[in-house]
Structure formats: C-alpha cells, structure tokens
C-alpha cells in the first residue's frame, strides 16, 4: 500500500473522509451524505445494440484513468431476501431488497475498477438503457453518455448478425431498445455521442468525451489495438487494420428504406425529417 493510500486508509478510519483529487468539472448530481457507495462518479454508455459501443469501449480503456468492461449486465444482478429473520434484520438496519442489490452492483463494480488500476470506471451494457433510472438511484453522482446510431443502420447490422429474425422481429427489437435510450435522454443530463461521427473523426469525439468525464485527452486511445481489453474482442479485428494510420473504418451509409416502425425514432434522433400526420 503507498502513502496515499495509507493516509486514506487512515483517515477513513478516524473520520469516515478521505482525500481526494479536485475535479474541474461540476458534479451534475451530488451524492446524497446518506448514500454510501465505493464507486465514485461512475459513467454508463447508454445505447442500443449493434450501435458501435464496443468501438467506443476499447476506445476508452485504453486511456490511462479510465477503466471500461466488457459488459457487466447489471440489470441480471439481483439479490434475493427470503422473508423471516433476514427479511427483519435487514430492516433493523434500513436496508431492502432494492438497497441491497444496490450495494451488490458498487461492490462488484468498485472491485473490477480496482483489479485495472485506474481510477474512473465506464460501464458499457446496452441493457443499461432499460435501468437508467435505477443506475441514477444507486449512484446519484453517475454520468451517462449516450451514443447514438442511425436506426436504420442498427436495423441492417443487426440483421446481419442474427439473419434468423425477421425483419419485423428485429425492428421491434432496435425499437425497443431505442426507446429506452431515448427515455433516458429526456430524463437524465448526459453527453450525446453519435457513432458516424466517432468514426469519422475519432479523436475529436474522444477529447468531447474526456472533457465531459473531467480527463485529460491521450493519444495512445486511438492506439487501442496495442492494449488488453479483455477476452472479448468480437469485431475489433475490422477496426485495427488502419490503426497504425489513425484510421478507423468509417460508418457505412445509413440505408434509404428506414423500416416503418423506426421512423419516428430516426426523427427523434435527427436522422430524418419528422412525417408529418396526416390530414383529416
């Protein structure tokens, strides 16, 4: 343990404060004294599948402070209290089922930011969009970006991978998704980063991004290639052919056949023109 955090360690133990760095940046919600949580200021990738956070991911844990996941799931992480005893002790001390699943996601989290070594955790699950509310409860000082894809773009690669799906399956799927994030934008203050454009100029994305998480811009991020990000590394092959150039494979064009079901989530989004009602 160095001197840091031998002084933490210490203070934490006489009175229950530590030090910590000042960040430049306003806090968009403070934490409430009564929350007490391992996980400082966390941040979660809200989006939907096949939207490219995998890109934005590795793009992220490669930078020296940040540590980004694979995806941890932590809408499927949930604890169970059988009533009786432990039902009642829990309630002794002001704890609930809700509070207690709580508890389980900062400590799980808090230990994978601890095993990095680094100091910021980013959380990337497109499942979290169906959460935002809860992951906002748990950490009142969390940050969201939320990354956007054209609809239709999403519709056609996830097709691509799962061609066993129709295709009024699979819009239904991205829709539903969309929405959720689209919930979350209206509900909750965050940084919109849309995928075209991350891959059309990847550094100018990834200073917006490292200004809104309160970090200093490093330009080993857009050498991800070179870096551990974990076992799982589905689809980065593609990307890291013209890395070395400072290149990154630029979005493909979004489809002109927008299924109908997601025409009003392209508007919402600023990919389309809204249609206009009809007149009765």
Same mark, same amino acid.
């Given at each position: 343990?160095?001197? !840091?955090?031998?002084?933490?360690?210490?203070?934490?133990?006489?009175?229950?404060?530590?030090?910590?760095?000042?960040?430049?940046?306003?806090?968009?919600?403070?934490?409430?004294?009564?929350?007490?949580?391992?996980?400082?200021? +966390?941040?979660?990738?809200?989006?939907?599948?096949?939207?490219?956070?995998?890109?934005?991911?590795?793009?992220?844990?490669? %930078?020296?402070?940040?540590?980004?996941? %694979?995806?941890?799931?932590?809408?499927?992480?949930?604890?169970?209290? =059988?009533?009786?005893?432990?039902?009642?002790?829990?309630?002794?001390?002001?704890? $609930?089922?809700?509070?207690?699943?709580?508890?389980?996601?900062?400590?799980?989290?808090?230990?994978?930011? &601890?095993?990095?070594?680094?100091?910021?955790?980013?959380?990337?699950?497109?499942?979290?969009?169906?959460?935002?509310?809860?992951?906002?409860?748990?950490?009142?000082?969390?940050?969201?970006?939320?990354?956007?894809? %054209?609809?239709?773009?999403?519709?056609?690669? &996830?097709?691509?991978?799962?061609?066993?799906?129709?295709?009024?399956?699979?819009? =239904?799927?991205?829709?539903?998704?969309?929405?959720?994030?689209?919930?979350?934008?209206?509900?909750? $203050?965050?940084?919109?980063?849309?995928?075209?454009?991350?891959?059309?100029?990847?550094?100018?994305?990834? &200073?917006?991004?490292?200004?809104?998480?309160?970090?200093?811009?490093?330009?080993?991020?857009?050498?991800?290639?070179?870096? $551990?990000?974990?076992?799982? =590394?589905?689809?980065?092959?593609?990307?890291? !052919?013209?890395? &070395?150039?400072?290149?990154?494979?630029?979005?493909?064009? +979004?489809?002109?056949?927008?299924?109908?079901?997601?025409?009003?989530?392209?508007? $919402?989004?600023?990919?389309?023109?809204?249609?206009?009602?009809?007149?009765?």
């Amino acid at each position: 343990m160095g001197f !840091k955090e031998s002084v933490n360690a210490a203070l934490l133990r006489t009175t229950g404060y530590r030090l910590q760095r000042a960040d430049a940046r306003p806090v968009a919600r403070e934490r409430p004294p009564e929350v007490e949580r391992l996980l400082e200021r +966390p941040a979660f990738i809200l989006c939907s599948v096949r939207s490219g956070s995998t890109l934005l991911r590795v793009l992220l844990n490669s %930078h020296s402070q940040i540590h980004s996941p %694979h995806e941890m799931h932590l809408r499927d992480i949930a604890v169970k209290v =059988k009533k009786g005893p432990a039902d009642k002790s829990l309630g002794a001390i002001g704890l $609930d089922a809700e509070q207690l699943r709580h508890l389980l996601w900062d400590r799980v989290l808090d230990r994978e930011l &601890r095993a990095a070594g680094k100091r910021l955790l980013v959380n990337k699950t497109p499942n979290d969009a169906f959460i935002a509310d809860e992951i906002a409860a748990c950490w009142p000082d969390s940050r969201f970006i939320y990354l956007l894809r %054209h609809p239709g773009a999403i519709a056609r690669s &996830r097709h691509a991978a799962r061609p066993q799906d129709s295709a009024e399956d699979n819009a =239904k799927m991205v829709l539903r998704y969309g929405e959720a994030v689209e919930e979350a934008r209206r509900k909750h $203050d965050g940084l919109t980063v849309r995928y075209e454009d991350l891959t059309a100029d990847p550094e100018a994305q990834t &200073r917006r991004i490292c200004e809104f998480l309160g970090v200093e811009w490093e330009p080993q991020m857009l050498d991800y290639g070179r870096f $551990d990000h974990g076992p799982f =590394k589905s689809g980065l092959g593609d990307w890291s !052919k013209n890395i &070395r150039s400072g290149e990154i494979r630029a979005a493909a064009p +979004p489809p002109e056949d927008v299924p109908p079901e997601l025409e009003g989530l392209a508007a $919402d989004w600023g990919y389309r023109e809204p249609v206009a009602a009809p007149r009765g």
